[in-house]
């Protein structure tokens, strides 16, 4: 009896279903693995790369396809991160083929890009049919032909039988483009031809360049280049080259058309090194090296340990230690931080330490360079060993993961909101150190409330540094109110008279100042005086953002944008005035009333690109820059010599946003931001401008008093059952109809009232109800930990497959958020 035949069941990067099943070819059954990428065809001609799940021998009911090839020899991931992926599914209500998407670089994800190349190892005497010929000789005589190409010469729409019979006959290979968008890096070189390779050769050959003194010069000085430092170097590149001999490239060519010189391509790596002397690791203060031991304590108990350094103790110092004793068992250590602006300042520090072994990965990268660094994290034989990145860095190919550590983990950009999965990095972080037995160290100034229960709970390991690194004072904090300086007239433009004189002050001594609002744009809104018409989006139920500097009308939902207009557009009015205040605003007034001072801005508009935010902190850090404007970009653990300054200038904003976490917020922010001043030599000025100074969250900022934050806000959130007393889920409804989203809603919220009549909340519309032309309505959903929130998923999961089967409702879009921030 022969062998029985092979399926497999695969992952596609689309939001539909959980597995497709496809036959194994025989030729593959001793090759292909779970966790190997392959080619697949889906539909009548797409192609997508899957990622193959499991291999079976179960037959499907109805005919299916086979894979049409593997892509890779080596595994793309391997067990630990198929575990991860299918938690992530589990807990986050979403497909695999979703967290597919999120996990890998879209250089190794294929869309039909597929292009085809003729085997000269064919044999020709094979049986061809006349579409086959035709497809086979065009195919010779065009390498690379794509899929779509060889449809038109063979006017067939779906050239894929064709292309599949002729694959079986072994006359083509498919192979992605993938190949060609993602290129190595290269880079010219130049070397000596081995000819001239003694002294007395040499010597004979530079006497025959007397007469070409430009030809002469430029091999002196890539003989000299060669030499540097003792360390004979055989390639030297051409950039370099040109550069010490004057850019006599006509030289370089007239010496490699003599054959004295060579010109060639070499693949070096995108992920740039310090070449620099490293340094040592600085020592640690008495209380960072307490704090040291009780962190390796709580590793030892197989603990998560949480990090409660307030700003500036030197909880950075202590990672660094961390990572050489994990680096010295020859482990890889991941190292997240919220926000890409993070990173300038931090990969400095480490690879002053650690040099070519830290690896940088970021949605800013380009694709080749996210795809470079994937490979170099699966590769044992990497020289990279710790990732620095932003969230989308827990989906490496780790191999040996000794060590993650979660920055600033209170901070809000460690959750994606869009799209699924919409997960919170550092939770996932907690269950891939636990499936990979590493270490997770969680640190802050402010933690997250949950995080502080979990570690009071004893669930974490709690470790606390309490005192600022050298001893140095927390900066002082000062609460101006904005109300009685409106009443009696003293305010210039947004600006009490003690942020003024503060900032006065700080220049006058050539000390830097930062400034915090928390909203991007030059203002809010716009409003005509005559008939108070507001220009909304035309997509959205909001307001569209003043940007000056753009002359634009900016929506912040959907980016649709119109022109600054010079009159109201309902009853013609040239009164049009611009209310509230953005990042831009505070730039225009600060300039006005300092116009000596050097002024930055650092929000989302002003640093677009990876290259944006390294030159404005740059400048910063370099004080080339007086005063620094931005959004909360400036408060995530960015560590600044000489600002002497910090002003929020309206703290209100933040204290009256509608949410049950907006005291928490509100005091991470403002702390956050304080503890950028003062934090190497004198003590920092720190300036709060609200109206409502005996606000009780202001003043327990200005007495730094977390513990009395806590336990008030803990006595709320149990009284009212949020979080960690509970779990949330947020269920979003989309359509374009206003009255089959609403009755789509109320349908979803009355079959969970049936089990769980207390725990749920809503429909009803959130604050912005319309968005991207889609109207929302939204469910909240109050769980229990453990059983009951698995059966709550469960439910949920049932729910939105009967709604998909259901001819009314399976066009209205159901999104699930759980533990939503």
């Known amino acids: ?63 299916i396809k086979e894979i049409l090839g593997l892509l890779d020899k080596d595994l793309l991931i391997q067990k630990p991160h198929i575990k991860f992926w299918e938690w992530l599914s589990a807990y986050y209500l979403c497909t695999l083929g979703e967290v597919m998407r999120a996990a890998l670089p879209s250089g190794l994800k294929l869309e ?17 049919s006349e579409f086959e010929q035709l497809a086979l000789q065009f195919i010779q005589h065009n390498p690379g032909t794509s899929l779509e190409e060889l ?94 001999s004057g850019d006599v490239y006509g030289a370089i060519n007239a010496l490699v058309k003599k054959k004295i010189l060579q010109k060639k391509s070499v693949i070096v790596s995108r992920i740039d090194f310090i070449p620099d002397q490293l340094k040592d690791e600085k020592a640690l203060s008495p209380a960072q090296d307490i704090a040291f031991g009780e962190i390796l304590n709580h590793f030892t108990e197989g603990k998560v340990s949480l990090l409660h350094g307030v700003t500036s103790s030197g909880k950075t110092e202590i990672y660094i230690h961390l990572i050489r004793k994990e680096l010295n068992k020859g482990k890889q250590i991941l190292y997240l931080l919220p926000e890409i602006a993070l990173t300038t300042q931090i990969i400095n520090r480490l690879r002053a330490v650690f040099g070519e072994k830290v690896g940088i990965y970021h949605s800013r990268f380009s694709d080749a360079e996210r795809v470079e660094v994937w490979k ?97 004072l927390m900066p002082e904090i000062l609460l101006a109110n904005t109300r009685e300086a409106y009443r009696k007239k003293r305010m210039q433009g947004h600006f009490t008279p003690e942020l003024l004189l503060a900032i006065d002050d700080a220049l006058v001594n050539k000390e830097q100042i930062i400034l915090f609002q928390n909203r991007r744009g030059y ?61 831009e605003k505070i730039e225009d007034e600060i300039q006005i009333l300092f116009p000596d001072a050097k002024v930055a801005r650092l929000d989302l508009d002003a640093a677009r690109s990876k290259k944006g935010y390294a030159r404005i902190i740059g400048d910063f850090e370099n004080r080339k820059t007086d005063i620094l404007i931005g959004t ?63 606000h009780r969250v202001l003043q327990q900022v200005l007495n730094y008093d977390f513990i009395s934050l806590y336990k008030w806000e803990m006595t709320e959130r149990q009284a009212f059952s949020y979080p960690p007393y509970s779990r949330l889920i947020q269920l979003t409804f989309k359509h374009k109809d206003p009255e089959l989203v609403s009755r789509c ?32 309505r939204t469910i909240l959903i109050k769980s229990g930990k453990g059983r009951e929130l698995t059966q709550i998923r469960n439910k949920i999961q049932e729910i939105r497959h009967q709604m998909k089967q259901d001819k009314t409702f399976r066009s209205v879009i159901i999104q699930a958020d759980v533990d939503p921030v």
């Open 151 to 244: 449809g038109k010469i063979l006017k067939r729409k779906n050239p894929l039988p064709v292309i599949k019979s002729l694959i079986e006959k072994a006359a083509v290979s498919l192979e992605e483009k993938v190949n060609q968008s993602y290129k190595p890096k290269t880079q010219t070189v130049i070397s000596l031809n081995k000819e001239y390779d003694t002294d007395s050769k040499l010597t004979l050959l530079l006497e025959s360049l007397h007469r070409a003194p430009k030809q002469e010069k430029c091999l002196l000085t890539f003989l000299d280049l060669q030499n540097i430092d003792d360390n004979k170097r055989q390639d030297i590149p051409i950039g370099e080259l040109l550069k010490n």
């Open 376 to 472: 170099s994290t699966s590769d044992p034989t990497s020289k990279v060993k710790v990732i620095l990145g932003a969230r989308s860095s827990v989906f490496l190919p780790f191999h040996k993961l000794g060590l993650i550590i979660v920055d600033e983990e209170h901070e809000i950009s460690y959750k994606q909101f869009d799209p699924s999965p919409r997960y919170q990095a550092r939770d996932a972080a907690i269950v891939l150190g636990k499936i990979h037995g590493a270490h997770v160290l969680l640190g802050s100034a402010t933690p997250s409330l949950e995080s502080y229960y979990n570690a009071r709970s004893g669930k974490f390991g709690l470790v606390e540094i309490k005192e600022r690194y050298s001893r140095i």
């Open 1 to 63: 009896m022969g062998q029985s035949r092979k399926y497999v069941d695969v992952v596609l990067p689309l939001a539909v279903g959980e597995f497709f099943t496809y036959g194994l070819p025989s030729e593959l059954v001793d090759l292909v693995r779970p966790g190997h990428r392959v080619m697949v065809q889906f539909g009548r001609k797409r192609i997508y790369s899957a990622i193959v799940w499991r291999i079976h021998n179960l037959p499907p009911r109805e005919e």
């Open 632 to 694: 909360q970009m400036i408060s995530k653990g960015l560590d600044f010599d000489h600002v002497k300054v910090v002003g929020i200038v309206n703290a209100d904003n933040l204290l009256h946003f509608p949410d049950f976490r907006s005291f928490e917020r509100s005091f991470q922010l403002i702390t956050q931001v304080s503890g950028r001043a003062g934090r190497k030599n004198n003590r920092g000025l720190v300036v709060v401008q609200t109206s409502d100074p005996t």
């Open 745 to 776: 809603a109320h349908f979803f919220a009355r079959d969970l009232r049936r089990q769980w009549t207390t725990k749920i909340l809503g429909p009803q519309a959130p604050p912005v109800a319309r968005v991207q032309q889609f109207y929302l």
């Open 523 to 583: 203002s809010p809104y716009m409003i005509c005086d005559n008939c108070g018409h507001i220009p909304k989006c035309r997509d959205c139920d909001v307001s569209l953002t003043v940007h000056k500097n753009q002359r634009r009308l900016v929506c912040h939902y959907c980016a649709y944008s119109e022109q600054l207009p010079l009159q109201c557009t309902k009853c013609g009015s040239t009164g049009l005035l611009a209310k509230g205040i953005g990042t």
């Open 112 to 128: 039909s890009q597929t292009r085809i190349q003729y085997l000269d190892s064919f044999e020709k005497e094979k049986d061809l």
